[in-house]
């Protein structure tokens, strides 16, 4: 069983920038995908970003790359995401999300833990 909570969202101007964390309990942290994931009013929760359980692999969605970082630190059982440049269509709920499936997905079924999310709001 692993627990996340989330923590950093806030309110923004355009262009500023945000750094998320969402901290897991559990013992097995390093052996989980970690994902964030955003939902924004009206619309279904997409993928923002994915870590490997050791780090070595990142991807991110089109919409975010160049501008966010996702990073994990496993002895402090924390995944990262520091969002640049933000945009007013960033605007969402950020969610995180741990899986036990091998290598990286962006598939929202793959992922076996939620937080219970972070408000972010860009404004123009």
């Known amino acids: 069983q692993v627990q996340l909570v989330e923590s950093g969202g806030g309110l923004v101007q355009a262009g500023g920038s945000l750094s998320l964390s969402c901290a897991a309990s559990g013992r097995t942290f390093s052996s989980y995908v970690m994902g964030w994931f955003r939902q924004a009013p009206g619309q279904e929760r997409e993928f923002v970003a994915v870590?490997?359980?050791?780090?070595?692999?990142?991807y991110y969605a089109d919409s975010v790359k160049g501008r966010f970082a996702i990073s994990r630190d496993n002895a402090l059982n924390t995944v990262y995401l520091q969002m640049n440049s933000l945009k007013s269509e960033d605007t969402a709920v950020y969610y995180c999300?741990?899986?036990?499936?091998?290598?990286?997905?962006?598939?929202?079924?793959?992922?076996?833990?939620w937080g219970q999310g972070t408000q972010v709001t860009v404004s123009s």
């Open positions: 870590i490997s359980a050791s780090g070595g692999n990142t």
């Open positions: 999300a741990a899986g036990s499936k091998r290598g990286i997905t962006m598939r929202r079924d793959d992922y076996n833990y």
